[in-house]
């Protein structure tokens, strides 16, 4: 999901039981301080392709999907826990975790609607 960071801020769909394993790998594997990063805490970049054969417009492309990720901090990352929350609780949210049972009741509220999210992860524990 790093590679499709510009079209984020992110949901993800998940079982309760799952939302803060969800959160706690984020940090592991895209956090500023994750293990993984700790080494090079530069930013993660996608996979660079040879672009063989591809035409001026479709290589522009492919250097705009290719800015670096800026890792994330933990107040990136929002789990929501109850109903009366929003959905944003800042301007730097950048994940939205939800479970399923609470997401029915965010959208009967109006609070989850169509556009909030270019990016959607549905997990099916």
Not at 54 to 71: A, F, G, N, T, W
Request: aromatic share 8%.
């Amino acid at each position: 999901m790093s590679i499709y960071h510009d079209e984020w801020p992110l949901l993800i769909l998940t079982p309760s039981t799952a939302r803060y394993h969800w959160a706690a790998e984020f940090m592991n594997w895209l956090g500023t301080d994750s293990s993984v990063n700790r080494e090079n805490n530069s930013a993660i970049v996608p996979h660079d392709s040879t672009n063989q054969g591809v035409d001026e417009e479709q290589e522009l492309c492919l250097k705009e999907s290719q800015k670096p990720m800026r890792l994330l901090k933990e107040s990136e990352i929002h789990v929501i826990v109850a109903g009366k929350e929003k959905v944003f609780p800042s301007r730097e949210t950048r994940i939205v975790i939800c479970s399923y049972g609470l997401a029915t009741s965010l959208v009967e509220s109006g609070k989850l609607s169509t556009g909030l999210f270019r990016c959607a992860i549905v997990d099916e524990r």
